[in-house]
Structure formats: C-alpha cells, structure tokens
C-alpha cells in the first residue's frame, strides 16, 4: 500500500526533535559520501494563468541509504510578481482548486524502489528549514546559550523558536516583527506553549541586542540584520537571503552553507529570452560571495569535518537557505514511519503507482 | 479530481498517430524557445537490497506553454548487473510488491499548478520513444520510403514499425532478432495487426539491405549495425547508444540529435567512490562524439531551422536516445485528454495532493 498524508497528519505526530534526530546522521550520511543530495532543477516557462506570471516547475531530491529511502520534492508554482508601492514581492498565486497550493513529497524505497508515501511538503518543509537551523545551533553555538533573538513572528519563526529549545536550553525569546500586534499574539502564543519568556521587543535591534543566538526567520526582501548589531559569542542563522546585509558576513568566524553547488542560479531552466523578474538579485552577485562558497558546509560541520568552535567569544552563522532535497528524505521518512504506526492517511494500492513492465 | 491512470488504459486509447500529432508542435516549441526540455537529474546510492546493486532515482521533466502541462518523470529503480557468460548486463530488478517496477509520470497544470494526473511510465515511454523516430522520419526520410529494416522484434520494434507506418506509405518491412522464433512470431503478428507485409530475415544484413529506412530498436549492448551495410538514400534511426557502430556516423550525411546538453553523465549524481558498472561506456568516451554534440536536434529539424534533405541519395540519422522530459510532457497531455474524455482511471480528490500553506 501507498500512503496518502497531509499537513494535518504532522502536527502531534513528528516533533522537532524527531525531526533533528532524523536529519542528523543524514547530514553525516552526506558527508561521508553515503547519502547523496542535490538535483535541484527550476524549469520555468511561461503560464496562461497571466503573460506577467510564470509557471515554476521545481525538484529536489535526495536519497539516503541508510534510510532506505530516497524522495522527490515538487513544486509546481504560478509565480507572480505584484507591486506594492515601489516595491515588487514574489507571490505565489493559489490557483488550485479550493485556492490551493501545489508542493508534493514522494517518497521511495531504495531497497525495492516502491512508492511508499506522498504527502505535501509544507508541514514537512517548515520543520525542516528549521531542524537544520536546530542543527546548526547544536554544533556551533555556545553550549549554555540560552537567549534568543528572532527576527519575525510567521510560521517559520515559531518552528524555529522551537527547534532552538529542542537543542539549547533556552530561558528567554525576544522576538520583533512590523506590526506590534502580530509580534505581542506571537509573543503570548510561544510563552504558553513552551513555556518560556517570550518578549515582544520595539525595535529589531532590541530583540537582538545581547542574545546568545539571533535567527531571522521572515519573508523580507530587505536587509533586517546589520553587522553593527553583531555580539561577540553569538550565533547566527539566517533562512533567507538577503535578510542579513551582507557585510554581516565580515563580522564572522565560522560560517557554514548548505551546498557550495546550490547557491546560484544554474538550477534555473528558461527559454532564452524568457523574463524573470526576480533573477539576478541572488547573493551571488554581491562582493564576498567567492568567500561564502569556500566554506564548510553544515554536513561537513556535523560530520565534525570542519572546524569547530574554540572560544566562547567567536561568531557563529549558519546561511540556512537553498536546502537540499535530503533534508526532505530524512524528514520525510520520519514522518512516514511514525505516520503508519499511527495509521494515518489514505491507503492505496501500491500497484496503482507501479508497473509490470520497464521502459 | 486527480486521475490515477494505469498502462492499460493508454490500450486502445491513445494511437502512434495522436502521439505524432502530439509531438511534433512541442518538437517545434522547444526549437521556437516556447517550452522547457531538460532537467534530466540521476541520483545514485547503495541498496539495502544487494551491495552490488545500485538504488537509482531519475528524474526529467518539462514545461509546454501552449498545451498548459508540465510534467515531472521520476523512476526508482534498482539497478542490478548480472553477467552472463563473460557478458555484463544492465537489468532493473522489479521488486516492488507484486515484482513490479517504478516509473510514474506526474502532469500538472501550468495555469493553476494542480495536479491533473498521476501514471506509471511504460506504455507512454514506448509511445513517446516511437513517436519520436516517426516525427524524424517524417522530416528526414524520403518522401517515396516504402520500405522499413528493423532490427528487434520486441515491445519498442513493435511501435516503430506503427510509428513508420504513421508518416511514410510503408509496404514491407524485414525484421530480425538473434531468436528466430522471436522473429517469425513477429513478422506474423505485426502482418496481421498492420495489414503490410512483415518478413523475418535470416540475418540483420538480410533485414537491411535494401530498406529505405533502417531502425535498430533492440536492448543489445553490442553493436548491430556497422557502415558497410548502409546504402545511398537511407533515413537510419537507433534508440539505443551501442547499437549503431560509431563508424556508421561516417556514412552519414545528416544527423539530428535529441539535446547536446543530455549526453554525457553530467546528470549522474553519486557519492563520490561509489562505483557504477557500467558508467563510462557512453558514447561520449568515442572518437567524432565532439562532432555529434554540433549536429542539429530533432526539434531544429521539426522547426525547418536545420538543413533539411536535399536529394534522394543523403544519408539521414537520428540517433533517439537521451531524450528529454518535455516528451512525456506533451505525449502526457494527449493521453490525460483521450482518458478524461473516456472516463478512464481512479478519481481521487485533488485536495490529497494539494495544500493550504506555501511554504
């Protein structure tokens, strides 16, 4: 049988530390050359939806061994760029039925190859992006950090607030977002649900003024971390380029990516000719970028293949963006295990996803 | 509504002639910078199943504005190479529940994103690879080609002998196979099926020799055509690197390819020192395969952007393999319409594969 999940069968199924527990040894896994990441493909072309929009077909994929599992991740995206103000933003338009988005998991068998499960990516996606940021705490911040200073209020700030205290033993949250009542609903919310203090700061700058880890965790298309706000001994985490102002990177020791081959825009696949607003504004154009692709990646950090934090005093960051598609298997095959045992999901015959002849 | 679509149902459903019919403006697309071919990722690992076997997930995909489909193609195979005698081969082990296979081709809508359909490879894969050789003999071959050699009597032989059936008035073809059982079934069966005559030969040269057009659709890992049998006016075709010896290139007047970019291993991705038997035998490593990269693609032929045949005695070839995503894409579309016309396949609810968040 092939299992059918949804976001829904996530939530108090897997939590953050399944999730941390799972991506670890797969992020050894890739470091010792056992688990194998990358393909991420971007084919873009145009869409009937909107001659301004573009139809953004992308993969990802990854498969590790040690799982016995490998999985394909796909979006399939009408991507809009509306204005607001002076300002353009990058929309996804829910034009799915029932103003739905598409982004699908499926996940594989390596010893038979079978389809075991399909799921949509977005609970998974969430906890995901901030396990790894979890991750990069647990290997590179200072071993009694225990404040935090979030930048940002939505879906990914509250997982990673989360995946923080999954690794550190985290006393007290300063969190700043725009709009005061977003961050006081966010503040009051994490407070009663993890039992910490959660303090809504008035400025950026106080949320992470004298934390022991600063994550930005927004959907900004502008710079909200400056290298002037940067403490000795912090750790940094960032799920988005751009949030940092990239002279942050100046005030950095240790810096971890997540893929050096993952970083630009090669992935992308066009019709010559075809516009795409937003290409061409990637880190790689900025100065220091050669820098950034020299540097160890969190696997190799994990896997303890590269250097390590030696002073309390150093500065700490990891770039959590452009992830890779086995971050998705290992979450993926956590979430699928712990969903048969719970019984979740639709069953359909495996053979409805098969074949009894190869091409 | 999804539909889940099985092998059988392409039966009686979708004809050599619809997929021509569907292939040729997606060929023209691709060469006008309208659609996206491309995105071929291979990733390989080990399998729990046998050390010596390889866990392989391949994935190609494409984008075609004008039908409003993109797809994604994804096999998971395990890949095993048992040797016989002193011969290695290449086989998938079919270990899926029911000693099944893993080929699904996902086809989502580029005005909405949503997933219309849900199918496994094969049948389509035997279409689209045909449908192909027909779309160049169709542009390739002389217009007064009557006559068909073929080398293979298997599922792919089949399809071409209809799809050289579909675009030239064909009268005979002579077929052959090493079994010679194999190839009296064949000339027999195919007699009937297509109302021509189909005559087993009792070597490949007999096949051959005075054929207008040449098709070697086999599995063979050696070579099975060779220059000396090649005649003036010939339109060849192969789907199968190996088939033809590189030599034949020699005797060709003009060639078409499916994409220069998709030939080599490039697209392979594996741990590094993880060792795959039979990487390196691609017709990449020969001599004159600089030569074959500058040859025109099949899509620039379709498009008139190619120097098309200009007298009845010029070798033409097209050597049909590598081929790209946007294939099943557009051979997809055609037979997901023919299915939701005939009330084909499961009806599952879209919301199964969709989401309310966008991560």
């Known amino acids: ?26 992020y050894r896994n890739i ?20 001659s301004g929009a573009r139809y953004w077909l992308k993969m990802a994929s990854g498969v590790v061994p040690d799982l016995e599992v490998g999985t394909v991740r796909i979006n399939s995206d009408i991507v809009t760029w509306p204005r607001h103000g002076n300002k353009t933003r990058r929309v996804k338009a829910p034009l799915a039925p029932g103003n739905r988005w598409v982004g699908l998991v499926l996940l594989f068998s390596s010893a038979t190859g079978e389809p075991l499960a399909i799921f949509p990516d977005g609970a998974i996606q969430r906890l995901r992006v901030a396990g790894s ?54 503040a009051h919310e994490m407070s009663e649900k993890h039992g910490l203090e959660v303090i809504a700061a008035d400025t950026p700058e ?27 001994g912090q750790h940094l985490a960032t799920i988005r380029d751009g949030e940092f102002a990239t002279t942050v990177l100046e005030r950095v020791d240790l810096l971890a990516i997540h893929d050096p081959g993952n970083m630009g825009d090669d992935h992308i696949i066009a019709p010559p000719g075809l ?32 250097p390590a934090r030696e002073r309390d005093d150093q500065v700490t960051c990891f770039l959590n963006y452009h992830g890779l598609g086995f971050q998705f298997t290992a ?3 956590a979430f699928y295990a712990k969903a048969l045992e719970a019984g979740r999901g639709h069953e359909l015959p495996t053979d409805w996803f098969t074949e009894d002849v190869h091409p």
């Open 331 to 333: 979450t993926g095959a």
């Open 275 to 306: 516009t795409i607003p937003d290409l061409g504004k990637e880190i790689a154009e900025v100065e220091g970028f050669d820098q950034v692709l020299k540097a160890p990646t969190l696997a190799q950090v994990v896997a303890g293949r590269a």
């Open 31 to 50: 470091a010792e050359g056992r688990a194998v990441a990358g393909g991420r493909v971007d084919l873009v072309g145009e869409t009937s939806y909107d």
């Open 133 to 186: 940021t979890g991750l990069s705490i647990k290997h590179m911040a200072r071993e009694n950090a225990e404040t935090l200073g979030l930048l940002g209020t939505g879906w990914q700030a509250g997982a990673h607030l989360e995946a923080a205290s999954a690794v550190r033993p985290i006393k007290r949250a300063n969190v700043f977002s725009p709009n005061a009542e977003h961050r006081a609903r966010f």
């Open 206 to 232: 106080e949320a992470v003024r004298g934390a022991d880890i600063v994550i930005t965790a927004t959907n900004s298309m502008d710079n909200i971390f400056f290298p002037e706000w940067v403490e000795a």
């Open 1 to 26: 049988m092939t299992l059918i999940l949804g976001n829904e069968d996530v939530d108090g199924l897997l939590t953050m530390r399944d999730v941390i527990a799972a991506l670890e040894p797969a």
